[in-house]
């Protein structure tokens, strides 16, 4: 699944193809995503684009026509920039001819992802987005603001911080990756998380994040990026996958549990309750 340094990877690549270039044509070969796909697309024939922005793994295309195209990857999408005369794929979706003779264009075998057509006033309270917590890389995102979110959850610190509510984007692997380097037992209670930890933390989560993306992004197996090229670098990891392999640190063998459904990795002598 494309999690947020494939989302803000994808961003990076594809700027500078299509801002300040306008749209030439709009094709739309399938409309059943997660949701249809905005009929209202077509109206943004000949309009140009100002901007690409992210909010947690939704990325945002800002037209002069005072709206933006929603695009949400889902759990197999992926965009690239290619010439428009490329022969279309089995789950090539929809694309965007630009002014400047390239295509923006999506493909999704799963069809989970979203692409919605949104007026910039409604983006702010759109369902999607409204209740979605901080955004990790930003400065907003610091150890009094995590502090403060955990003081009255009584849950393992792991299942806290994969929910968006608290911050966005940290996924499964992030998530232990994070705990391992912060020292912090993903069992640990996340109203017990002192503020210092919780400092901690929060660069743990900055650090791997701003990694992933330096590497690529590292999940995702039908990433391309916008060249072309196969996108996945994989990171160094850890503790993510690596059950009964040595620490890399103390060299104890790393354990596996289940927290929320999902898969836990850690160091039960490095990672302190
Ligand atoms: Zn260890």
Known sequence: MPELPEVETTRLGISPH???????????????????????LTDLIG??????????????LKTNANSSILIHLGMSGSLRIISPAEEWKKHDHFAITLSNGRQLRYHDPRRFGLILHLKESDIQN?????????????????????????????????????????????GNIYASESLFRSGIHPKLQACKLSKPRAGKLVQAIKEVLTESIQAGGT??????????????????????????????????PISRG????????????????
């Open 219 to 252: 999940t995702l197996r039908d990433f391309l990026n916008t060249d072309g090229a196969p996108g996945y670098f994989k990171q160094r990891l850890f503790v993510y996958d690596r059950k009964g392999e040595p620490c890399r640190v103390c060299t104890n």
């Open 47 to 60: 309009r140009t684009f100002e901007a690409v922005t992210r909010r947690s793994k939704y990325l945002l």
């Open 258 to 273: 289940i927290l929320g459904q999902r898969s836990t990795y850690f160091c039960p002598k490095c990672q302190k309750m």
């Open 18 to 40: 299509i801002i300040g270039h306008s749209i030439r044509e709009i094709i739309i070969r399938r409309h059943d995503l997660r949701q249809p796909i905005s009929p209202s």
């Open 126 to 170: 759109h369902p999607l987005l409204k209740n979605l917590g901080p955004e990790p890389l930003e400065e907003t995102f610091t150890a009094a603001r995590l502090h403060a979110s955990l003081r009255k959850k009584n849950i393992p610190i792991k299942v806290a911080i994969m929910d968006a509510k608290t911050v966005v984007g940290v």
